[in-house]
């Protein structure tokens, strides 16, 4: 009798989390892909319009007013799905995934500089913690609820499932094992991924065109000094985001800061006499792996971007991460001699990898992306930035971790 019921049970549990990878996973890759389908139609628009740009300050005040009269605590971003994975106190409000879609869509739309990881992971676990409603999930099972939900937003967003079941359990818990939730992010991110081809929606592609070389001791050597720069990019991405952050904190309204932020981008873009720093940035980042970027652009995209942000606009980091760190990658192979291809590879992860705290995520990233050829450069340049890039990342809810032991030990 007590083995019937101990069977039941398993089923149970078997059938519950079946259902809970199956809806999470058909939902997030489904908003999703309608999520990169507006992105992409907003971003043409914005190109053939370039006019609209001079909306960005009234785009930024209905965002700031939409947060502020139902956001709540979802203002909070990525940094509130951290916080509730560590310390569990309440649902996710259902109410963040539709708000940093509205936002998103209107930051890129009139021309501000932003990315889509925050905006799918956002929705991934926002969708996914709804299930509490319906299910008696403990302490423990709601952690993996938020994993899988992060999965499969970055999965779909990004089409690799296998980097966004990593990123999921990795983000929350930096340098820290936790295999319980391995198995469900696994399978809600491919799911999610799936859900999103369904609707034929394309992702972009990075194709590295020289020939990779055989991993040498000069190759390992060069790999961790550029790894070390691109840690040091993440650095100043995050240095740069606290700083704005601050200076935007001393106007008092905050729905004037998106306001006086839109003014400051408008005039940024005009001296600049370009639009390629705002946006998604992709063709510059397609272009960093044909020809050596200028020597400014990073720096120019980390600033706007960082900006834009600190400004109270809505979107995500981690395009903009990638852009940063595919034009540093492709400048440096006039001085680094690795291919141009090959560096701009490394920096597209490597800067990734440094800001969130994430190397492992973005190494299987990299295989993902550019193949099992560079995989070894990629490897040495993900973690050489991890460690180079300071306490702190991007989000700042993460806690603990091989890093933040490191540096305890180092006094720094």
Same mark, same amino acid.
């Given at each position: 009798m007590a083995a019937k019921v101990q069977y039941n049970t398993t089923i149970r549990f078997f059938f519950k989390w079946l259902f809970a990878c199956a809806a999470i996973g058909f939902a997030v890759g489904s908003v999703c892909a309608f999520f990169l389908f507006s992105l992409n139609w907003v971003t043409q628009y914005r190109e053939s319009q370039p006019w609209i740009i001079y909306g960005l300050p009234l785009a930024g005040l209905v965002i700031a007013a939409s947060y502020q009269r139902w956001g709540h605590t979802a203002s909070q971003g990525n940094n509130l799905l951290i916080t509730e994975y560590l310390y569990p106190q309440r649902r996710i409000p259902l109410v963040m995934a539709p708000l940093v879609l509205f936002g998103t869509l209107l930051t890129h739309l009139f021309g501000g500089s932003a990315g889509r990881e925050g905006t799918a992971v956002q929705i991934g676990g926002a969708i996914s913690d709804q299930l509490n409603r319906w299910f008696d999930f403990d302490k423990t099972e709601r952690r993996i609820l938020i994993s899988i939900g992060i999965s499969a937003g970055f999965a779909a967003v990004f089409g690799t499932p296998l980097a966004g079941s990593v990123f999921g359990l990795e983000v929350l818990l930096i340098g820290r094992k936790r295999y319980l939730g391995i198995l469900p992010c696994l399978v809600t991110a491919y799911l999610a991924h799936l859900s999103c081809q369904l609707w034929n929606i394309p992702h972009t592609h990075y194709p590295i065109h020289e020939r990779i070389p055989a991993l040498s001791a000069s190759g390992i050597l060069w790999s961790m000094i550029a790894g070390v720069l691109f840690g040091l990019a993440a650095w100043l991405f995050t240095l740069a985001g606290d700083f704005f952050s601050i200076q935007f904190k001393r106007?008092? +309204? @905050? &729905?004037?800061? @998106?306001?006086?932020?839109?003014?400051?981008?408008i005039i940024a873009v005009a001296l600049l006499g370009s639009t390629k720093y705002i946006g998604l940035g992709i063709p510059m980042i397609q272009e960093a792996f044909r020809s050596p970027s200028p020597d400014e652009a990073f720096i120019l995209k980390l600033l706007l971007t960082t900006f834009t942000l600190s400004a109270?606009? /809505?979107?995500?980091?981690?395009?903009? &991460?990638?852009?940063?760190g595919a034009t540093l990658g492709s400048a440096l192979s006039l001085v680094i001699p690795l291919p141009l291809g090959l560096l701009a590879a490394m920096g597209f992860v490597g800067v990734f990898s440094g800001a969130t705290n994430t190397p492992l995520a973005c190494m299987v990233m990299g295989y993902e992306l550019f193949g099992l050829q560079p995989i070894l450069y990629i490897a040495i340049a993900c973690f050489a930035a991890f460690? +180079?890039?300071?306490? /702190?990342?991007?989000?700042?809810?993460?806690k603990g971790g091989v890093k933040e032991t490191l540096y305890r030990k180092l006094n720094l």
């Open positions: 106007i008092a +309204s @905050p &729905l004037a800061r @998106p306001f006086v932020g839109g003014i400051v981008i109270g606009f /809505k979107g995500g980091e981690v395009t903009p &991460l990638f852009f940063i460690i +180079s890039s300071g306490k /702190k990342g991007i989000y700042k809810a993460q």
